[in-house]
């Protein structure tokens, strides 16, 4: 690699680099690209330290919905600060975990709201609830995972069992109490002639032939559902989770959705399984929460589940805690946003506003080096047909230097924009991206 001059010592990307160990980096990569200093955000904006201005074209990774910087959620969180920053939830209470709990109750159909911070801690609930709910039912040999190949359900070491991606598991290996996967209902699995609905039920009929010699140790199956985000935006029909669903109650195995990517609205629905109208044992929540403004997660689960734990004994009960669970200004955030999910009819708006920009893309995905090119809701992807070892660091810096934030996973290239793009931002998106990918094309024929 050629040898890059190092930011000058006085920068925020200097000191950054001597202070602050980044998520998800290789550091020395950075001796080639320093990283980006952001001063400020607004809508879908972010404000470069050096006055450069950046489309967030995958919303702060996953997290952004309205916009940065939103008023009403900034209003919402000045009011909180001034009532109440926090206070732990074993043995007290307050009116923004309570009112967040009903309205998630009442959005889903399930309940009891159990809060974490972070996504990662959402599935370690939502397992550990699981095991424990068999545990107190009688069943303790139900203590066993299954998930799908390529799923992601984040990366703490309870977490990274379910987690089936190499790079991230790899070196953690021994750690990890890893679950067993069965076969992803991927729709570009798709042999000549057959339907997303085919290899929804080819993957079912695996699971199916799973749980027949698995069910009496296996505790739940955990999927993201409608996209694997993680894995590349890999996208299946509605048709495999109600396929799903009624396996996992034929067998006796809780049915986890991890909506912490896909939930509010990112699929066209408000949570991703509505589509497919079933009704799963866990949800977990976390990312586009509390609008991208600060670390909030929920597991939301059923009556059933919950009145397992619900006994004189104290270690039947769910005896699970973080010092920050149901945090007063997180619960706030989330609140501020489901109300502009009201305000704005922003399922509605956002149905018109998908239309605008896959029209914009339409040069992207009809691109001749463009591979199933697919869109649901607020997302697209398209694989690039391309022998670049690393296409997606390539892309990055060129879709960077054209004022737009796209990180390619592997060579699928996708967009998660916030839900807020005027036609300039629309334009910035889809023109910056295709401009990016011929820069990006370009490189293979000089190398
Ligand atoms: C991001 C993500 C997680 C992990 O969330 P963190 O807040 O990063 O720990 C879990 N599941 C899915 C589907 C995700 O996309």
Not at 155 to 165: H, K, R
Not at 286 to 297: C, F, Q, R
Not at 340 to 366: G, S, V
Not at 391 to 417: E, W
Request: hydrophobic letters at 45%; glycine letters at 8%; charged letters at 20%.
């Amino acid at each position: 690699m050629s040898a890059t001059p190092q930011p000058p010592p006085d920068t925020l990307a200097a000191r950054s680099l001597a202070s602050v160990w980044h998520p998800c980096t290789q550091m020395k990569r950075h001796e080639a690209q320093p990283p980006v200093a952001i001063a400020r955000a607004q809508g879908p904006w972010l404000h470069g330290a050096d006055g450069k201005r950046y489309l967030d074209g995958i919303s702060s990774w996953w997290v952004n919905l309205f916009g940065h910087s939103h008023p009403h959620i900034q209003a919402a969180l000045v009011d909180q600060l001034g009532r109440l920053d926090h206070v732990m939830l074993a043995g007290f209470t307050h009116a923004p975990v309570v009112e967040l709990s009903e309205r998630l109750a009442a959005l889903t159909g399930l309940g009891h709201a159990f809060y974490g911070s972070d996504g990662a801690a959402a599935t370690e609930i939502a397992l550990k609830m699981s095991a424990h709910y068999w545990r107190n039912t009688g069943r303790p040999a139900k203590s066993r995972f299954v998930g799908l190949a390529g799923g992601y359900h984040g990366e703490t070491v309870g977490a990274l069992a379910v987690t089936d991606i190499a790079i991230f598991r790899e070196a953690y290996a021994p750690l990890v109490r890893l679950a067993a996967t069965v076969p992803s209902p991927d729709a570009r699995g798709a042999a000549p002639g057959e339907t997303a609905d085919d290899v929804a039920r080819r993957a079912a009929a695996a699971l199916e032939q799973w749980l027949q010699e698995h069910h009496a140790t296996t505790a739940a199956l955990i999927v993201e559902p409608l996209v694997q985000c993680a894995a590349g935006m890999a996208m299946h029909s509605p048709e495999y989770l109600r396929l799903a669903r009624a396996l996992c109650s034929r067998y006796e195995v809780h049915l986890v959705v991890d909506e912490i990517a896909v939930g509010f609205g990112r699929t066209g629905t408000m949570f991703a399984h509505q589509q497919a109208g079933i009704r799963p044992d866990f949800i977990c929540l976390s990312k586009g929460l509390t609008g991208g403004t600060l670390p909030l997660s929920a597991v939301l689960t059923t009556d059933a589940v919950y009145a397992a734990f619900y006994d004189d004994d104290v270690a039947r009960g769910f005896l699970h805690s973080h010092s920050y669970t149901g945090n007063p200004l997180a619960c706030r955030a989330a609140l501020a946003t489901l109300e502009l999910f009201e305000q704005l009819d922003a399922l509605k708006a956002n149905a018109a506003l998908a239309q605008r920009i896959d029209a914009a893309c339409a040069p992207i995905t009809h691109h001749p080096r463009v591979r199933h090119a697919r869109h649901l809701g607020m997302i697209w992807a398209w694989d690039v047909d391309t022998t670049l070892p690393d296409f997606a660091r390539r892309y990055h810096q060129h879709a960077m230097a054209r004022g737009l934030v796209l990180r390619p996973i592997g060579t699928t290239l996708y967009a998660m924009p916030p839900y807020v793009l005027d036609d300039e931002a629309v334009h910035c998106l889809a023109s910056g991206a295709l401009a990016a990918l011929d820069a990006t094309l370009k490189e293979e024929t000089h190398r």
